[in-house]
């Protein structure tokens, strides 16, 4: 197996023999890691290592943090692993990107729901550019609240500045609401105004909350929520 240089791999894992799950998290991770970085690689087969396995796993990603790569960032969360969670602090405390900030507060959440998330996200969406940070992937992660707080940032960025985070917030509300992928500008049921109106009615409150716990629940690609109780490795 070919793994990339610019990882911090030890020759006893490259040269080493292992389970065909411990192979694709080595291989998703540090050899192509196209999917995983698009948000397309289904995480299950990770429920295959074995309790070692996801020791050395953890490892490897807590010793390659350092190069502050989004997926390995995001590899914290998706193997649960507490022990990340001082050093990936460090970095939120040294990082001035926006993005990348959202990223590591992101992974904070996921794994101890820390409270620096919501206030990266409440920078971003106060920002001068009015909401540009949380266009593309960064949307997605508003869903990582997991309650009605989700549903209010979402209808939120309809009012803000920037064209593709209005977009795509109100992409993600019909597709919560309707349970299908909607394509924007060809059309979708609920436009802007329909949002706020419905924003203070509890019913509409408790379909779209019971719609984003849904989708996080039915996550694939194991940033948020991605082990039950059970499942969870030690």
Not at 66 to 82: E, V
Request: with cysteine; hydrophobic share 40%; aromatic share 8%.
């Amino acid at each position: 197996m070919r793994l990339r240089d610019a990882f911090d791999i030890p020759e006893r894992i490259t040269a080493g023999s292992h389970s065909p799950a411990f192979e694709q998290f080595l291989w998703n991770w540090f050899g192509d890691t196209r999917a995983i970085t698009h948000g397309e690689l289904d995480l299950s087969f990770l429920q295959g290592l074995s309790p070692e396995e996801f020791t050395t796993a953890r490892e490897l990603i807590r010793r390659n943090l350092k190069l502050n790569y989004n997926h390995i960032i995001q590899g914290a969360a998706a193997l649960h692993d507490i022990e990340a969670v001082p050093i990936l602090r460090r970095m939120l405390d040294a990082e001035t990107s926006g993005s990348r900030r959202l990223t590591i507060a992101g992974a904070l959440w996921n794994l101890v729901r820390d409270p620096i998330f919501i206030a990266c996200l409440d920078s971003a969406k106060t920002e001068r550019e009015g909401g540009k940070l949380l266009a593309g992937a960064h949307v997605d992660q508003v869903l990582w609240l997991d309650d009605e707080r989700a549903v209010y940032f979402l209808i939120d960025l309809l009012d803000q500045r920037d064209r593709e985070a209005r977009t795509q917030a109100l992409g993600l509300l019909n597709t919560l609401e309707f349970g299908w992928r909607t394509v924007i500008p060809a059309g979708v049921p609920h436009g802007p105004e329909d949002y706020r109106r419905r924003r203070s009615d509890p019913v509409f409150r408790e379909k779209m909350t019971a719609a984003v716990r849904k989708a996080n629940r039915e996550r694939k690609d194991g940033m948020a929520f991605g082990w039950s109780e059970e499942a969870k490795p030690g």
